[in-house]
């Protein structure tokens, strides 16, 4: 096993891998740049390194600077982690060049799943379901007009190396094409620097569901089941689950899927940890859209529900040991849920809410498992991805699980900043949700249908005796303080120099 | 005894009538935000004898500023000068933190002004638009 390990890579999942490689004793090495001196995982890790200034594309993306980081502190492999370099073949070769493990699969693989539509073609080969779609990367409007014309509207234009929804847009007739267009490959221009776009059929309301894998290099592949993803925000995931309920309710489903994704993921060559995602229809049946070669954000939820430490598996297989595990030792106990707890405003259209923490509760008590990032004084950086932390939640159905995330949700203080800690609540409130029929646009749609809250009467008037309570008792802020002056604060510094 | 405790910096714990609440406060520039139990009140202090809880919020008479909530970038504009708007109507779309967002319109009114230019970079608080 190795002895040092860097983690590229900043936030909660630097935080995630370097707990398993301290139960591992393992050394770990923390990158960070400018913006992250003060950051958890730099306190945390036992070496850290600077790498660059703010901007990701001058540190977490220089490939140089974390192998040159590397090098210099003895590192024998690096964790990606997700996003940043963890999906760039460059620099999975580039690692291999220096000597240095890469903790992921290898380079080739990537790259052929990297291709949106190489991976489909793939897929097809590999006998997997895929959704109707172009093959080839779109020359213009017009040939996404073609296509329209085959298969009909609504039909969806995506980034071909894209994800995350960037690049990504729906168009419902020939009118709103060029602007679509236009749109989606500027989009698909500054997220990825490549423009190009393809085609695909709209499956309206579909569920999103993956399959956990895992590999060892001598071929040898398990997989851990589904996570049900289907509740996202502008196609970004917010909430997973593990069981998918549709899934939990089909018997042979999990098999059937885990089966496929396994099949797509062989004819890849692949190793170490991935996940192949799923669309779902109404009817259960499943199209493969994609798959992630990397450690996914959600992927606490199934270490919940089968006890296993995908960060240890994926360390174990990268230092070529092999993989123990056979499909029949894996097994699914409970219900998981995980919330993910972004710094943005739910009463302001979701908008990025970056600055200082002043106050923190965080949840604890049975089945909590909070994977974060933050603490109190700390400064959440604009540069950066806006999640504080991952909220997961462990308990025997998935009805007890719902009543203990509300539970821990309640508990959960964020202070200074603003967070979607209430928004989650008024999801695992709703009747459709508890009664999973979940689908992609259930946010979109839950957002019109919500009430607004209606407090208790008895709060109002208890919150108007705390803010007197508070304006009386607060001492005014120091001299030095910039000169903010506000109404109840001349009475409270009044009041107190009475 | 007094039902009202401070226990941490900014929090109260509150009895009454035998029941237990917690109550978080945050201050901002024109009020004080009280949040229990995931419900928020925004409470305008007026003088320590006499408040009064604003009840959403107000309509406002007149030019109103649109600002940048946060620094970011001018990805689009989604308006042009003189243009009639809704209230909640997208203006311009701004990116930052990574993530593009709709400003909208605070109310229905006239685009009197655009000071905001596509691409470019804004600091929290610069007038993007002005509504009437």
């Not at chain 2, 959403?56 to 030019?63: A, D, M």
Request: hydrophobic share 40%; proline share 6%.
């Amino acid at each position: 096993m190795f002895r040092k390990v860097l983690i590229a890579n900043r936030g909660e999942i630097a935080v995630r891998v370097i707990r398993t490689l301290r139960e591992m004793q393992i050394a770990s090495v923390a990158v960070f740049s400018d913006a992250d001196r003060a950051s958890l995982h730099v306190r945390m890790a036992d070496e850290a390194a600077w790498v660059g200034p703010s901007p990701s594309a001058e540190s977490y993306l220089r490939i140089d600077r974390i192998l040159d980081a590397a090098r210099h502190h003895g590192a024998e492999a690096i964790h990606p982690g997700y996003g940043f370099l963890s999906e760039n073949a460059d620099f999975a070769a580039a690692c291999e060049e220096a000597a240095i493990v890469f903790i992921g699969p290898s380079a080739e693989s990537i790259r052929r799943m990297g291709s949106k539509t190489a991976a489909r073609q793939m897929a097809i080969a590999a006998g997997a379901p895929v959704v109707p779609g172009a093959h080839e990367t779109l020359g213009g409007p017009a040939d996404a007009r073609a296509f329209a014309q085959q298969f009909g509207y609504p039909l969806l234009l995506k980034a071909v190396a894209g994800g995350g929804g960037k690049g990504m847009r729906r168009v419902d007739s020939d009118a709103e094409m060029d602007a679509a267009f236009r749109d989606a490959s500027s989009e698909a221009e500054r997220s990825f620097k490549n423009p190009d776009l393809y085609v695909e059929k709209l499956i309206q309301r579909p569920r999103h569901i993956e399959i956990q894998l895992l590999g060892d290099r001598h071929g040898h592949m398990v997989h851990f089941g589904e996570r049900e993803c289907s509740i996202q925000r502008r196609h970004q995931k917010v909430m997973e689950e593990c069981p998918s309920p549709l899934v939990a309710a089909r018997p042979g489903m999990r098999e059937a899927m885990g089966e496929a994704a396994i099949r797509v993921a062989r004819s890849a060559g692949y190793y170490n940890a991935g996940t192949v995602e799923f669309l779902v229809d109404a009817r259960g049946d499943f199209y493969f859209l994609e798959m992630n070669t990397r450690l996914q954000v959600e992927h606490p939820i199934t270490e919940l529900v089968t006890g296993h430490d995908l960060v240890r598996l994926q360390l174990e297989v990268a230092a070529d040991e092999d993989l123990r595990l056979r499909q029949e030792d894996i097994t699914w106990r409970g219900s998981a849920i995980e919330c993910r707890i972004y710094a943005e405003d739910p009463y302001n259209n979701f908008f990025p809410s970056p600055g200082k923490i002043t106050r923190l509760t965080h949840p604890e008590g049975p089945g909590v498992r909070l994977d974060g990032c933050v603490y109190e004084g700390w400064t959440v950086p604009i540069d950066y991805d806006p999640l504080l932390a991952k909220l997961a939640v462990w308990n025997g159905t998935r009805e007890t699980a719902i009543a203990r995330m509300l539970r821990a949700l309640r508990e959960y203080d964020v202070g200074g900043i603003h967070a979607n800690i209430a928004f989650f609540r008024q999801i695992l409130e709703d009747e459709e949700f508890r009664a999973g029929r979940l689908h992609t646009d259930f946010v979109d749609e839950f957002l019109e249908r919500r009430k607004p809250l209606t407090p208790p009467p008895e709060l109002e008037s208890i919150a108007a005796l705390v803010a007197d309570f508070h304006a009386k008792h607060t001492a005014p802020r120091a001299e030095s303080a910039p000169p903010q002056r506000s109404q109840w604060r001349d009475i409270g510094r009044h009041e107190a120099l009475r | 005894m007094n039902p009202i405790e401070a226990v941490e910096p900014g929090v109260y714990s509150v009895l009454v009538d035998g029941r237990s609440y917690e109550a978080r406060v945050e201050e901002s520039d024109s009020c004080v935000v009280v949040f229990i139990d995931g419900h928020r009140f925004e409470v305008e202090i007026r003088d320590p004898r006499r408040w009064s809880r604003q009840s959403g919020k107000p309509v406002v008479e007149g030019r109103l500023n649109v600002t940048a909530p946060m620094p970011g970038k001018i990805v689009r504009l989604l308006v042009v000068e003189g243009d009639t708007v809704e209230s909640g109507q997208g203006l311009l779309v701004m990116e930052a933190m990574k993530m593009q967002n709709e400003m909208k319109a605070p109310k229905a009114g006239r685009v009197v002004s655009i000071s905001a230019r596509e691409g470019a970079t804004v600091a929290a608080g610069d007038v993007l638009a002005a509504i009437e």
